[in-house]
């Protein structure tokens, strides 16, 4: 039988191996392979200008849809949802220095690739883009990694 000291020593080893296997898995949801491996992830701020005259429950629906994508974007490399997250809301700033802008998002991904990803390719997205061509008077996106200036 090992000493005490031993047989922690061998159970901790085996966890990290363990860990370290799980975290390096294929199959593993990107999100949190990238995390493990310690890539920043990468901000996506969308802001829109709606039209003036769009009745509020369109707009509200739009912002739904918008929301939405969180669960209904699916990345098919592992075929899983690759949004970290995504939230939203209409602009309530008392700064005065929106220039017309209505509405804001930020979208949350793992890597430059997902969104690359998301912006070229995915699907969902691009019908929802196309979903809101006509409501939308203008759009902003600015896209950053934190920390990196």
């Known amino acids: 039988m090992l000493p005490k000291h031993r047989a922690a020593a061998a ?9 370290y296997t799980f975290f390096n898995e294929p199959s593993l949801p990107t999100p949190y392979r990238a995390t493990w491996r310690g890539k920043m992830s990468v901000t996506h701020t969308v802001l829109f200008q709606f039209k003036s005259d769009l009745p509020a429950a369109e707009v509200k629906a739009a912002c739904a849809r918008f929301l939405a994508l969180k669960e209904t974007c699916i990345h098919p490399t592992h ?7 995504l939230k939203g809301g209409k602009d309530n700033s008392p700064e005065g220095l929106q220039n017309g802008i209505t509405h804001g998002f930020v979208v949350e991904f ?3 690739e997902d ?9 969902t997205h691009m019908a929802f883009v196309k979903s809101i061509e006509e409501l939308v008077e203008k759009a902003i996106v600015v896209d950053f990694k934190n920390g990196e200036y």
């Open 11 to 19: 159970i901790f080893l085996l966890l990290v191996f363990l860990l």
């Open 110 to 112: 793992s890597s430059v």
């Open 79 to 85: 075929n899983g949802n690759y949004i970290l997250s």
């Open 115 to 123: 969104r690359d990803y998301y912006v070229t390719n995915d699907p």
